[in-house]
């Protein structure tokens, strides 16, 4: 069954924006306690952690990312999102989201594909 369902990718021009959404409602995590996180797989490689935002909202980026992307969350609804400016093609890779700390993951859901062109 999906527990945690990542939408909102997409194609875009280098420069363009895009907002990631993550629905983590029956997955066992609770955003707003656990601490949450945004990852991304290129083609061959392993997750890559990209965000991740605290149960008191503290935020952490990855260096490829700071200052383009910004992590968010809404308990009340249990969702995560990243919104996702500046965009390069390097950026390009499915994105999923879970938690941060390796006792609260739960299984992957499908991710979301995010394609920036040239």
């Known amino acids: 069954q999906v527990e945690l369902v990542e939408s909102g990718g997409g194609l875009v021009q280098a420069g363009g924006s895009l907002r990631l959404s993550c629905a983590a409602s029956?997955?066992?995590?609770?955003?707003?306690?656990?601490?949450m996180a945004w990852y991304r797989q290129f083609p061959g490689k392993q997750r890559d952690l990209v965000a991740s935002?605290?149960?008191?909202?503290?935020?952490r980026y990855a260096d490829p990312v700071k200052g383009r992307f910004s992590i968010s969350q809404d308990p009340a609804k249990n969702m995560v999102f990243l919104q996702m400016n500046s965009l390069k093609p390097e950026d390009t890779a499915i994105y999923y989201c879970?938690?941060?700390?390796?006792?609260?993951?739960?299984?992957w859901g499908q991710g979301t594909q995010v394609t920036v062109s040239s």
């Open positions: 879970n938690a941060y700390y390796s006792y609260a993951l739960r299984p």
């Open positions: 029956a997955s066992g995590i609770i955003v707003g306690t656990n601490r």
């Open positions: 935002i605290g149960g008191d909202g503290s935020t």
